[in-house]
């Protein structure tokens, strides 16, 4: 997997001497945290309401899944469309505005905002697990081993959020990695 979020527990040990890496991405996690979270809080509370507008509007869906590209994508690129092909970006959201799909991909954070079960304690997964993480994620190496069996990691010098649409064949050659080092 790719864009894994990784939370601290609250516990202050886990965060004990952090690499450099670790805490420049807990920084960014904060700052995630304190700036980019809105689209959870609307998708979580109010998804109905905003899929009225996104689904009247093809400007207004083109700029609620723009942004998002433009938050996420490798920070060496400035618009998404640097690191992304405007086709792909345009399919992406038409794909949405076409099918009046907005609504329904919202209702993921409603259901799990309202799942009481969520954010309760669980056991460490024991699927095997590979965890690309590009260049621009948040993801802190300790706390995904804290619940999840890692046997594969690799810090990628490159890509965003969107690894597949960003570094497609980067992403393709560490699945396969990963596939072949499981499978033997």
Request: zero cysteines.
């Amino acid at each position: 997997m790719n864009a894994l979020l990784t939370f601290p527990s609250g516990d202050p040990a886990e965060l004990d001497g952090l690499t450099d890496v670790e805490a420049d991405r807990l920084s960014r996690l904060q700052q995630f945290q304190a700036e980019q979270l809105g689209y959870v809080q609307i998708q979580g509370t109010r998804p109905q309401t905003l899929a009225y507008g996104l689904t009247d509007s093809p400007g207004g869906q083109l700029a609620w899944v723009i942004e998002k590209f433009k938050e996420w994508i490798d920070p060496r690129h400035q618009l998404p469309e640097q690191a992304i092909d405007r086709d792909v970006l345009l399919t992406n959201v038409s794909l949405y505005w076409f099918t009046a799909t907005a609504g329904p991909s919202g209702q993921l954070y409603y259901e799990a905002n309202h799942d009481p079960s969520q954010w309760a304690p669980k056991e460490k997964g024991t699927v095997p697990t590979g965890v690309a993480v590009s260049r621009h994620d948040i993801t802190i190496r300790r706390l995904a081993e804290r619940d999840h069996n890692i046997v594969h990691w690799v810090d990628l010098d490159r890509g965003g959020h969107f690894l597949a649409l960003e570094e497609p064949q980067l992403l393709v050659d560490e699945v396969r990695t990963f596939f072949s080092e499981v499978s033997r």
